[in-house]
């Protein structure tokens, strides 16, 4: 495709309920990134795949949140027994290449409303 | 990691040139300066990249001193659809996975 896409675009969620969200990267990119954006703020790190293997998931905020990339291409993260405070912004990531200067490119991202 | 402070808000008009300035007092030696624009609903672009000096493309430019502790995105002729929020990103690349660090941003406003 075109760009990274990402669905759904808006997800609302009851309280306890689990979720998934699907992120397709640009075709052939290697890096893939999940950031967390909060209302009026920054994206924030979430977790980082080279291919299929989550090498960094030191931003992941507790145990409830989980991501895959089994094939190394299309990726999820999941959500389980989601809370009032999980509710923003997922954006998806991609690059091309191993290098950390690599430019990263967004999907328009997935707005997670817990009620 | 180096901290970026930039200011939260600008305003300007149609046609001006706008420079945006991000200080990053702690910047280390192999650190990049990127900058990135936001629109509302959707995810950050990629605008301009730079280590040293002056870095020129279709979009900005971006001004960096000897001493590389600011930097200023300079957007020449804004137009309305510029009105976005621009993020700095200094020293954002971990050794291993390159996850970018994001501050709060600069909104910019453009009027007409």
């Known amino acids: 495709g075109a760009g990274v896409s990402q669905s759904p675009r808006y997800k609302v969620a009851k309280r306890g309920q689990d979720v998934a969200l699907r992120c397709d990267p640009i075709?052939?990119?290697?890096?893939l990134f999940w950031y967390q954006q909060a209302l009026g703020q920054g994206p924030e790190f979430l977790t980082y795949?080279?291919?299929?293997?989550?090498?960094?998931k030191s931003g992941l905020p507790s145990d409830r949140f989980f991501a895959e990339r089994p094939e190394g291409s299309v990726s999820t993260l999941k959500i389980q027994r989601t809370q009032q405070e999980d509710s923003a912004v997922y954006l998806c990531?991609?690059?091309?290449?191993?290098?950390?200067?690599?430019?990263?490119?967004f999907g328009p991202g997935t707005r997670l409303t817990v009620l | 990691l180096a901290k970026t402070t930039q200011p939260i808000s600008m305003d300007s008009y149609e046609g001006q040139e706008v420079n945006i300035t991000c200080s990053h007092n702690?910047?280390?030696?192999?650190?990049?300066i990127t900058w990135y624009q936001q629109f509302p609903s959707q995810g950050p672009r990629f605008i301009i990249q730079?280590?040293?000096t002056k870095v020129t493309n279709e979009v900005a430019s971006l001004f960096i001193p000897a001493d590389r502790k600011s930097s200023t995105l300079s957007l020449p002729r804004v137009s309305l659809s510029d009105t976005a929020v621009y993020y700095c990103?200094?020293?954002?690349?971990?050794?291993?996975?390159?996850?970018?660090?994001f501050g709060q941003g600069t909104t910019l406003q453009v009027k007409p």
């Open positions: 990531a991609s690059s091309f290449g191993l290098a950390v200067a690599d430019t990263q490119y």
């Open positions: 075709s052939g990119h290697v890096s």
């Open positions: 795949f080279q291919n299929e293997a989550q090498l960094d």
């Open positions: 702690n910047i280390a030696t192999n650190d990049y």
């Open positions: 730079g280590y040293k």
């Open positions: 990103l200094v020293g954002g690349f971990s050794s291993n996975t390159g996850k970018l660090i």
